[in-house]
């Protein structure tokens, strides 16, 4: 998803098509829950980072806690599954999944979608059988064994996994701060990557400097590109009856569009719609083809942000708990929990198309049978005389 204030958003979604139907839980049921699982995300993201320019990738964060839910166990798989809103074990869920992992990595001349996981793990650790079967056959996914007690060769090895995954995407150097940490296990890493030409291209020649109202009310003048296209298009309203228009933007091929959602009238801010979007805001409208005059700010964000926050807030929290934490399902040896889980996406949009990028990172340690006083946030302390019980300070 990528968020500007207060003029659009656009959404870095995948849509795809699949032709499997599950008996649990219908197709149509499970895209409403992944198109859920986005808008979620992005709001927790928008609440912890207080930025106007967010981009992020669902598809890079729901990936990597399919991947998780296979090994959670108890409470950890419940806040799992309630965060991302489905049962992986689910064979129904299985099957949607599958063909959206192999939409989300279908390469042609008119465009470049890649999405991939993989799980780098201490040579010292025995992963459940099961769990490595499960892996390998996620998402394009991988399981590679690695020297933890060497942080600089794993740190490069990881970020060249992710270059490779990448393309010609910018997303470097994920800081993964406890990759280096004697109790290190297993990191995480997925990617989504995209690239693809604008179904109609807008022209260098027609794109100008325009004036762009910023979310504080200030006017800067920005490059904005400009054509004269049928494309679809709607005016709707919210639930609080803010009203707002959508309009998508095909990519070459048709199969994956950028849309675009605007505040209908000046005064409304960006956030007053944000705050009522929805499944059904956005998808149960139906767009209509209309002749239209599109101007479109040439753009490109990058945002790095810790997902533990973000996490928290959707309801997993167990995971990050060294005591509560069960992933017992991915290894028996030593009581995992993640320590670290960070998101870096950027993306860049111009008059030819788009190119996107997003990685998502989460490090596993092993619980540390030595009890830990860790004093990384507020404390207090006291200056005691034992025999008197004098407090000096």
């Not at 944000?274 to 409208?285: D, G, I």
């Amino acid at each position: 998803l990528v968020f500007m204030s207060p003029v659009f958003f656009s959404a870095f979604i995948l849509s795809v098509c699949c032709l499997t139907k599950g008996n649990c839980i219908s197709y149509d049921e499970l895209k409403e829950l992944k198109t859920e699982f986005a808008i979620n995300l992005y709001r927790r993201v928008s609440e912890a980072e207080n930025r106007t320019n967010l981009v992020v990738s669902p598809a890079s964060v729901a990936v990597a806690l399919e991947l998780l839910q296979f090994g959670a166990q108890g409470n950890t798989f419940m806040e799992l599954q309630d965060a991302l809103g489905y049962n992986i074990h689910d064979q129904s869920v299985q099957d949607f999944l599958h063909a959206v992992h192999e939409g989300a990595t279908d390469s042609s001349q008119s465009a470049v979608v890649q999405l991939a996981c993989s799980f780098f793990v201490d040579a010292g650790v025995k992963v459940s059988p099961l769990f490595t079967v499960r892996a390998a056959h996620w998402a394009n996914s991988s399981l590679q064994h690695i020297n933890f007690s060497d942080p600089n060769r794993t740190t490069a090895q990881i970020q060249d996994w992710i270059t490779s995954n990448l393309g010609d995407g910018d997303v470097h150097g994920m800081p993964l701060e406890s990759a280096g940490s004697p109790l290190s296990q297993i990191a995480l890493v997925s990617t989504m990557y995209f690239k693809s030409m604008w179904q109609k291209k807008f022209s260098f020649m027609d794109t100008q400097l325009l004036p762009f109202t910023t979310a504080e009310g200030s006017t800067l003048k920005v490059p904005t590109m400009h054509h004269t296209a049928e494309v679809n298009y709607g005016q709707f309203q919210t639930a609080a009856l803010e009203a707002f228009s959508m309009v998508e933007l095909p990519y070459l091929g048709e199969k994956l569009s950028m849309f675009l959602v605007l505040p209908s009238h000046k005064r409304t801010s960006l956030s007053q719609i944000e705050s009522h979007l929805s499944v059904k805001t956005l998808w149960a409208n139906s767009l209509k083809r209309t002749k239209m005059d599109i101007f479109l700010p040439r753009f490109s964000i990058q945002s790095l942000f810790d997902l533990k926050t973000v996490f928290s807030a959707l309801g997993i929290r167990d995971a990050f708990d060294p005591i509560a934490a069960n992933f017992k399902g991915i290894s028996e040896q030593g009581s995992l929990y993640i320590s670290e889980a960070i998101h870096k996406a950027e993306i860049e949009v111009t008059e030819d198309g788009t190119k996107a990028s997003g990685a998502t990172a989460m490090v596993l340690l092993k619980r540390s049978r030595t009890p830990i006083f860790k004093a990384d946030r507020p404390f207090t302390f006291f200056l005691r005389q034992s025999n008197t019980g004098t407090h000096a300070f």
